[in-house]
C-alpha cells in the first residue's frame, strides 16, 4: 500500500520550508488570478466596510462626551450623532455584502477550477501511478484538501485583507487617541507574534498528520464498499466495521490533538489580551480623573483596543488556517506535479493507413520497482486481420504483453511497431483510438446502457447504438428493460448479470470500431450458456480485425490463426492448434491437463 513519508514529529522544520512556503502560497493565490474582478470589487467592498468599521469607536466616544454635558435637555446633537451611527451601519452592511458576494464567487469558482484541474491532470497519469496509490487516498485529495484550500482562499482571504485595514487603522488612530495608553496595549505584540509562529508551526504538523488519517480512513472504506459483496460472502461485516473504526479513531485522536493546540492558543491569547484590556482601563482611568482624557476619548479608545486584539486574534486563527491550507494545497499539489513517464513526442508520426499490422521487435520489459524482468526478447508479428491466441501457465507475462501494444507501459528494451511506426513516436490519443479491449472483469459505469456504449463514441446516434447492440446479441435483453438503453446499470454495471455486462463492453467496442481488440479472458467468468451468446457476439467483434487473446480455457482458441505460448516471459511455441498438439511440449500438456480428468474446465485469474 502506498504511504507518504511522514516528518517524525519531533523533527524541526528547515529554514528553506519557509521559501518553500512562499512558493507555495504564490503557486495557490495563482489560482485566483483568472478572477482578477471579482478580487479588485471584493477588495473594494473591503476597504469601505473595514474603514466605516473605524469610525464607529469615534462615534460613540464623541456619543459619550456629548450626553455627559447635557443637563438642560437638549438632545440634538445626541440625535444626529446616533443618526449617522446608523447610516455608518447601513453603509456597513452594503460593503459586506459586496465583499462576501464577490470574494465567495470567486472562492467557488476557484476550487472548482483546482478539481477541475487536479482530475484532468490525473487522468493524463500513466496506469503505474494508479497501481501504487489507493482510489480512496486520491479523492479525498479532490474532497477534504480541496475544501480546506477553499476556505482559505474565499473566507480566509477576505478575513486577511479586512483585518488589516482594521489593525493598521485602529493602530493609527489608538496613537492619535492617546500615545501612552498605545505604547501599553502595543507591548504585548511581540509576544503574540511569536507564540502564533510556535503555535503555527506545530498546528500544520499535526494538521497535515490529521489529514493524512482521513485520507486513509476514505481509502479502507472505499474498497470495502467497493468489494462489499465480499464483505458479505465472508461475513466480514464485524472486522470492515473494526478496521474503519480503528482509521476514523486515529484521525480522531490527530483532530483532538489539533484542537487542544487550538484552544492553548486561543485561551492564552485571549487572557493576555483582556489583562492588558483591564491594565488599559485602570490607566485610562486615572488620566480621565486627572483630566488629562475625556470620558469620551476613553471609551474610543477601548472599543479601539478591542477592535485591535480583535484583528490579532483573527490574524492567530488565520495564519492557524494557512497553516492547514498549506500542508492540504501541498498534497494538490503533488498529485499536479506527478508527471508521466509516458512521453509524447515533439514531432509525432502517424501511419498513413490504420491496418492492425503489430510487430514486436525484441521487446524486453520490467516494472520499474520490480529488479525482475516480465518479457525476454519476444518477437512476433500479427498482420492485419489476424487472430492471434496468447496462452501459457499463470505469471508468464500475457497481460503484461498486450498492455504494451496500447502503451499503458513503455518497453525497456526492443520496440513495439504498429502500421510501421514505433508506438512511441505516436500520439497517444491517436494511438489508443484504434483499438479497445473487452477484459474479463468489465468496466462499466454507473449511468445508462446508452452513456457507457458511448464511451468511445460520444457523437454516436441512437441507430448507431441499436446497430451495435444488435451486433453483440445485447439488443433484445436492453430491450426488455422498460427504460431500454436509458437504463441505470448500477455501480460497475452491478445491476446487470455478468454475460450482459459482457455484451454491453463488446457493444462499446463494436461502436468504437477498431482496428485492434484485445480480448482478456473475455469468457472464463461466464456459465456455458452465458458463453455461447458472448461468444458468438466475440466473432462478429473479431470479424476484419487484428485480435489478441489470452486465454487459460485453451478450448476458447482453438480456431486462432495462431497460438503463442508464453513461459517466464518467453515465446516458446507458436503455431496453429493442430501443429502444437502435434508438436508436444507446453501447449499439448496445458491442453492436455485441462481435459484428461473432467470437462469441466479449470478457471484460473489472469496475472495482473
Known amino acids: 500500500m502506498y504511504r507518504r513519508p511522514r516528518r517524525q514529529a519531533n523533527d524541526e522544520p528547515q529554514p528553506r520550508l519557509r521559501r518553500d512556503d512562499l512558493d507555495q502560497l504564490k503557486r495557490l493565490f495563482a489560482t485566483v488570478r483568472p478572477y482578477r474582478r471579482h478580487l479588485a470589487i471584493a477588495v473594494v467592498g473591503v476597504i469601505f466596510a473595514s474603514s466605516l468599521g473605524l469610525v464607529f469607536p469615534r462615534i460613540m466616544g464623541d456619543l459619550v462626551d456629548t450626553a455627559i454635558p447635557t443637563a438642560d435637555g437638549d438632545t440634538g446633537s445626541l440625535d444626529r450623532l446616533a443618526l449617522i451611527l446608523v447610516v455608518v451601519f447601513l453603509l456597513q452592511a452594503g ?14 469558482a476557484v476550487v472548482a477550477d483546482l478539481r477541475t484541474t487536479t482530475y484532468g491532470h490525473l487522468l493524463t497519469l500513466p496506469v503505474k501511478f494508479f497501481d501504487s496509490r489507493r482510489t480512496g487516498e486520491i479523492t479525498s485529495r479532490l474532497t477534504s484538501d480541496v475544501a480546506v484550500v477553499q476556505n482559505t482562499v474565499s473566507s480566509a482571504l477576505a478575513a486577511a485583507m479586512a483585518q488589516t485595514i482594521t489593525l493598521v487603522g485602529g493602530v493609527v488612530l489608538l496613537f492619535v487617541t492617546s500615545v501612552r495608553l498605545s505604547v501599553t496595549v502595543l507591548a504585548v505584540l511581540p509576544i503574540i507574534i511569536i507564540a502564533a509562529a510556535v503555535f503555527g508551526r506545530r498546528l500544520r504538523r499535526v494538521s497535515t498528520e490529521f489529514q ?57 491569547v485571549t ?6 484590556l483591564a491594565f488599559v482601563v485602570w490607566q485610562g482611568g486615572r488620566e480621565v480623573i486627572r483630566g488629562t482624557l475625556s470620558a469620551g476619548d476613553l471609551v474610543a479608545f477601548l472599543i479601539y483596543t478591542l477592535t485591535v486584539a480583535g484583528a490579532i486574534g483573527t490574524f492567530t486563527g488565520l495564519y492557524g488556517q494557512l497553516q492547514e491550507a498549506l500542508g492540504a494545497s501541498q498534497r494538490i499539489f503533488e498529485l499536479l506535479d506527478e508527471r ?29 520497482d520490480r529488479d525482475v524482468d516480465i518479457l525476454h526478447r519476444v518477437t512476433l508479428e500479427a498482420m ?21 501494444i496500447p ?22 490519443s491517436g494511438l489508443r483510438s484504434a483499438m479497445t479491449a473487452v477484459p474479463q472483469e468489465t468496466q462499466l459505469f454507473s449511468g445508462t446502457i446508452a452513456e457507457n456504449l458511448r464511451v468511445g463514441k460520444p457523437d454516436a446516434t441512437d441507430s448507431e447504438l441499436e446497430a451495435a447492440a444488435v451486433a453483440a446479441h445485447a439488443h433484445e435483453f436492453i ?20 454475460g450482459q455486462r459482457q455484451r454491453v463492453a463488446i457493444a462499446r467496442a463494436l461502436l468504437k470500431d477498431p482496428r485492434i481488440l484485445i480480448l482478456d479472458e473475455a469468457t472464463s467468468s461466464l456459465d456455458s450458456e452465458a458463453e455461447a451468446i458472448v461468444q458468438a457476439a466475440l466473432d462478429t467483434l473479431m470479424e476484419g480485425r487484428t485480435t489478441f487473446v489470452i486465454a487459460h480455457r485453451l478450448s476458447t482458441v482453438r480456431n486462432a490463426d495462431r497460438i503463442l505460448v508464453l513461459e517466464s516471459g518467453h515465446i516458446v511455441q507458436d503455431g496453429s492448434h493442430d501443429e502444437l498438439m502435434t508438436a508436444g511440449g507446453l501447449y499439448r500438456d496445458l491442453y492436455e491437463a485441462q481435459f484428461q480428468e473432467s470437462p469441466v474446465v479449470s478457471r484460473q485469474p489472469s496475472e495482473p
Do not use: C
Not at 343 to 367: L, Q
Not at 407 to 428: E, K, P, Y
Open 95 to 108: 460593503f459586506n455584502f459586496v465583499r462576501t458576494y464577490y470574494l465567495s464567487a470567486m472562492g467557488e
Open 212 to 268: 493524512d488519517k482521513v485520507a486513509e480512513a476514505n481509502a479502507g472504506a472505499e474498497e470495502s464498499i467497493a468489494a462489499v459483496r465480499v464483505v458479505k460472502w465472508f461475513s466480514a461485516e464485524d472486522v470492515e466495521r473494526r478496521r474503519y473504526a480503528d482509521s476514523v479513531a486515529d484521525s480522531y485522536r490527530m483532530a483532538l490533538r489539533r484542537a487542544r493546540l487550538r484552544a492553548m492558543f486561543t485561551s492564552s
Open 271 to 276: 487572557f493576555v489580551a483582556f489583562s492588558v
Open 340 to 368: 508521466t513517464d509516458l512521453v509524447e513526442p515533439a514531432d509525432p508520426e502517424e501511419p498513413a493507413d490504420e491496418a492492425g499490422h503489430v510487430v514486436f521487435d525484441d521487446v524486453g520489459f520490467r516494472y520499474s
Open 384 to 404: 492485419p486481420g489476424e487472430v492471434v491466441a496468447i496462452v501459457g501457465p499463470s505469471g508468464a507475462g500475457k497481460s503484461t504483453l498486450v498492455q504494451l
Open 407 to 428: 502503451r499503458f507501459f513503455d518497453v525497456t528494451a526492443g520496440a513495439i511497431v504498429i502500421d510501421g511506426v514505433d508506438v512511441r513516436r505516436r500520439r497517444l
Open 479 to 498: 430491450s426488455e428493460f422498460p427504460e431500454g438503453y436509458e437504463t441505470v446499470v448500477g455501480e460497475r454495471g452491478i445491476k446487470l448479470s455478468g
